[in-house]
């Protein structure tokens, strides 16, 4: 049973870089759309973007010039990096395995049990 | 790319049935069979209840199934329980290749 797992600093500055690791255990990394997810506090679910275990990358476009996503297969882990954060990036940040083929990521499960970030000086 | 659009809010009582909508576009929820829907309890990671519009997952009741019909989607879950009592998200893909959730939909049994 796959199961993900998040981790990083809970506290970021403004316009820092927040930086989020995704550790994936009991089962493979590769055929998967490896995913970012964040949900403001009270508020909805936001697709951040995907990296494919090949290495190939899509972000959600109100987000795109600020993140990158990327995988490390040696490590199965998969890392968020999103820059110039401002109080608006206050979220829980959630880790996905999305599932699809070709260019279409069509659902995201599992889901790893998400890590809150705050965005404060 | 606009969030689907999903009620705020639905209610029932226990045994009943309920629907929740997710309207898109043919862009998104139109143009292809690739609608999801999650569910969400207080404090938790969401779970996958249907994927590709109407495919359950092992493990998720019969009692949660998903159509489509032209621009929106829905998720029906028949035979109300307590324990039915959540967030609801839908998502799609779109034609950038993109995933867009709806707003999200609370569920209260009564």
């Known amino acids: 049973q796959v199961q993900l797992q998040e981790s990083g600093p809970g506290l970021v500055k403004p316009s820092e870089t927040l930086s989020l690791t995704c550790t994936v255990s009991g089962g493979s990394i590769s055929s998967y759309y490896w995913s970012w997810i964040r949900q403001p506090p009270g508020k909805g679910l936001e697709w951040i973007g995907y990296?494919?275990?090949?290495?190939?990358?899509n972000y959600n476009p109100s987000l795109m010039s600020r993140v990158t996503v990327s995988v490390d297969t040696s490590k199965t882990q998969v890392s968020l990096k999103l820059r110039s954060v401002t109080a608006a990036d206050t979220a829980v940040y959630y880790c996905?395995?999305?599932?699809?083929?070709?260019?279409?990521?069509?659902?995201?499960?599992?889901w790893g049990q998400g890590t809150p970030v705050t965005v404060s000086s | 790319q606009s969030a689907l659009t999903q009620p705020a809010s639905v209610s029932g009582s226990p045994g009943q049935s309920i629907t929740i909508s997710c309207t898109g576009t043919?862009?998104?929820?139109?143009?292809?069979?690739?609608v999801s829907w999650y569910q969400q309890h207080p404090g938790k990671a969401p779970k996958l209840m249907i994927y590709?519009?109407?495919n359950r997952p092992s493990g998720v009741s019969s009692r949660f199934s998903g159509s489509k019909s032209g621009n929106t989607a829905s998720l029906t879950i028949s035979g109300l329980q307590a324990e039915d009592e959540a967030d609801y998200y839908c998502?799609?893909?779109?034609?950038?290749?993109?995933?867009?959730f709806g707003g999200g939909t609370e569920l209260t049994v009564l």
């Open positions: 043919s862009s998104d929820v139109g143009g292809y069979n690739y």
């Open positions: 590709d519009v109407s």
């Open positions: 996905a395995r999305g599932h699809g083929s070709g260019t279409r990521m069509r659902w995201f499960d599992p």
């Open positions: 998502s799609s893909y779109t034609s950038s290749s993109n995933q867009v």
């Open positions: 990296v494919y275990y090949s290495g190939r990358t």
